[in-house]
């Protein structure tokens, strides 16, 4: 079945105001604003509307030219970006297909301007529906190796779910990038969910990073050895900032060879 689907732009914003929101904390006519304005800008990938909890949202699938599919990749952007975001986000997406990586990158819920870090935070567990339909549009292509990949707010809304009880069974590894992670030691949502994570994860940041992910660094590595975490690995590149800015290939090659080693191998169903 063909997954693409024609866009009117000039109705993405009306779409958005219609769209049921009075228990979300998210903003949804500035994620509507946000479709509209990248989406004539998207050179690379099919723009396409995915469903969550009644809502849709906006993802950006790229084929792989590859004779040999590895697999497929989610992408979750950080605070405030997009899925095409030019930082980390953009980089990944574009490059991982050329490798034989099949990429969704998907719009996570936005907080209205100016919104308190509070009010972002609140916003993970809305996430999380997204990222069950990002999974279940690469089952619908018979795409079952997948790989789940967060930069920054990304990196923890992925991580909190997968710790939750089912995440789908095609996930089979996850790579957090700037993951920024609260300062208590205890009732920590970041060390928790690493306790409960049973799937092989790549912890990768810069040396020049932010003080929420370079600072708490040391300690989660003590969680995931402590939680006897499975093929965790932490990994810092020297120089790099939140973004990676200049570096964008080293965060690449980076994760792609982590990826290949942790969950490559085509698994389709062929038809």
């Known amino acids: 079945m ?28 500035r994620e509507g604003r946000i479709a509209e304005q990248i989406f004539d800008a998207i050179l690379e990938g099919q723009p396409i509307w995915l469903k969550a909890e009644g809502r849709r949202f906006l993802a950006i699938h790229t084929l792989s030219p590859a004779k040999q599919v590895q697999g497929g990749v989610i992408l979750l952007h950080g605070m405030g970006a997009n899925p095409d975001w030019d930082q980390v986000i953009h980089p990944l997406r574009t490059a991982l297909p050329k490798h034989g990586w099949e990429t969704l990158s998907i719009q996570l819920p936005v907080a209205a301007p100016g919104a308190t870090q509070a009010k972002w935070l609140q916003l993970i ?28 707010l990304g990196a923890r809304m992925g991580l909190e779910f997968l710790a939750e009880d089912a995440p789908p069974e095609a996930i089979r590894a996850f790579v957090a990038i700037g993951l920024p992670t609260p300062q208590e030691r205890e009732e920590n949502p970041v060390y928790e969910a690493l306790r409960k994570l ?18 708490t660094a040391r300690l989660r590595r003590i969680v995931a050895k402590r939680a006897e975490l499975q093929a965790y690995r932490q990994d810092r590149i020297e120089g790099a900032d939140h973004f990676f800015s200049n570096l964008e290939q080293t965060l690449i090659n980076r994760t792609r060879a982590w990826i290949r080693r942790h969950s490559a191998g085509e698994e389709r169903q062929l038809k």
């Open 125 to 152: 567990p809305e996430a999380f529906p997204r990222i069950r339909s990002a999974a279940k549009f690469f089952s619908e292509q018979n795409n079952h190796n997948l790989v789940l990949i967060g930069h920054s």
């Open 198 to 215: 049973k799937l092989p994860m790549l912890d990768l940041y810069g040396s020049r990073d932010l003080a929420s992910v370079t600072d």
């Open 2 to 29: 063909e997954p693409y689907r024609s866009i009117n732009r000039y109705a993405i914003s009306l779409l958005f105001c219609l769209l049921p929101g009075l228990l979300s904390a998210a903003d949804l006519t």
